[in-house]
């Protein structure tokens, strides 16, 4: 592994360590809150719970009962009704361990899917910057296997643990009610376990912390892996790519081997207090009952008992191994809802109605990273209906002028107005619902054409989605599909040529009818041919509409009526495109350039 990556990995795991807390009972409330929606069923199994925690030593005290009482005393009738009660019972344990486990499996469900579904409102809701510093994969990871050992802490460890300690209070508990001397030797006994308890648990904890976030990182390499395969091939990486990744899942794999050589100490260990408390049990309480000081029918509850002392710890061990997998995971979970958005709508935000189309810049400047601004001091004035191509070098901020206007970012400094409103006043989703926004390389759902146009307007009947289709001059183009309209698209458009994706995407645009259209490079991958028909579509389409264009073809440029020509952030020109043209300035440089490239791009 090389230094770098080293170096990498180092910085994640304390980026996600900083994210989480100690290990507190917040944690456990925090869960326990969830479960309030589900009361009735969450209290019943509580019930079941503390009746299978009492389950458990009835069984052996009724079984040493029988043989201490009507069985010495070779009583057949009272033989037979210890069998029965003891059958009753046994048949009892049955009854409750069924909805035991079922309400605790349904119990569990229920508060991850709540889970699941909270993180994924609260990743909807945060704002587009939060996923370009976030890792896919690590995301995916609390989505998945962080709450998974929730899942298992919810269902199993704390009604599982619940029913072996009551078990082991419960034995116990009648342990010092037949013999004091021997219930003190197994009190001895306590400060051994607590010791081995204290020592492991944060060597276990660190452990099986190391593991979540080492598969997060395996996650998020087969996340980038997957979306990144045609670059992958295309550069010949797989070998490289391949080296790479057996790098990381031999780091977690050597994790996993820590955290269960340390589980392979621990457990051991607990099991030998109870093999040496037999032990204990025999020459001491042997001795006793031989010399008349003990009676037997102690000494036979005793060795009943103390499997139900001893027997529940190596199942404790376990559950606790799984208890500190799942409070990681719930850490990094809370962590993930605990993280505030950068920027939100403000409470009294508004809703716009329905909008004209002025756009209005005032003095605007902007950064991803507020010591690098990549626009300054932008003022700019658009009337309805006027359409505004956005021309420059790349980086020169094309794209983030559009994306401020989408309210995407909010400004550093200064305001973006729509119709004279503040954006940081209006509700977001009321204001994009608006707009028709076409990319580069626009993403489609998996599902049907029909079902990725129907997102510009989910109520648009069928023949509404093929009438915009057809004002866009595109339906013979969607129809030839292998199944026209039904034709299926794989996960982000696979299926379908990166031409025909923006087909797609212009249609549904279309189907939007939008106030305020912005388009970043919407034709730049459509042929000529297929480009001529979509630009008469567009014309029609921005009649008496504001647009925004990025755009690198010179008939989308020519026919805008404002060209904006930036460079590092600054508009350096503006006019219509023979203005500026006259001019010999950046314009007619970049202009230059234009006609001297491929015929496809003017």
Known sequence: MSAQTKLVQLGQAREVEADQRALDLNIVKRLFAYTQPYARKRNGLIVMVLLRALQFPALGWTTAAVLSGPVAARDADGTLLGALGLTALVLSTVLVFHF?????????????????????????????????????????????????????????????????????????????????LLFIVLCGLVPILAAIIRHFRGRMLEAYRASQESFSRVTAAVAESIGGIRVIQSHARGAVNSAAFRE?????????????????????????????????????????????????????????????????????????NQALTAMAGAERVFALLDMQPSWSDPPDAKPIGPIVGRVELRNVSFGYDPARPVLHEIALHVEPGQSVALVGKTSSGKTTLLSLIAKFYLASKGSVLIDGHDVRTLRSGSLRSQFGTVLQNNFLFSGSVLDNVRLGRPEASEREIIAAAEALGVRDLIEALPDGWHTRVGERGAGLSLGQRQIVCFTRAMLADPRLVLLDEATSAVDAVAERRLQAALERLLVGRTSFIVAHRLSTIRKADVVLVLEAGRIVERGDHASLLARDGAYRRLYREFVSAPPSLN
């Open 248 to 320: 990381q899942i031999h780091e977690h794999a050597d994790t996993n081997i820590i955290a269960a050589r340390r589980a392979g100490v621990f457990l051991p260990l607990f099991d030998l207090n109870g093999q040496l408390f037999l032990a204990l049990l025999l020459v001491i309480g042997g001795y006793r009952v031989l010399h008349g000081s003990m009676e037997l029918e102690a000494l036979l509850q005793f060795f009943f008992l103390s499997s139900y002392v001893f027997n529940p710890i190596s199942v404790l061990g376990t559950q606790y």
């Open 100 to 180: 035991r486990v079922l309400w605790a499996l349904e119990l569990g469900e229920a508060v991850i899917h709540d889970l699941r579904r909270a993180m994924l409102a609260h990743l909807l809701a945060q704002p587009l910057g939060f996923f370009h510093r976030q890792r896919v994969g690590s995301l995916i990871s609390r989505l998945t296997s962080d709450l998974e050992a929730v899942r298992v802490g919810v269902k199993d460890v704390a009604f599982v643990g619940t029913v072996q300690l009551g078990s082991m209070i419960g034995a116990a508990l009648i342990m010092l009610y037949y013999d004091t």
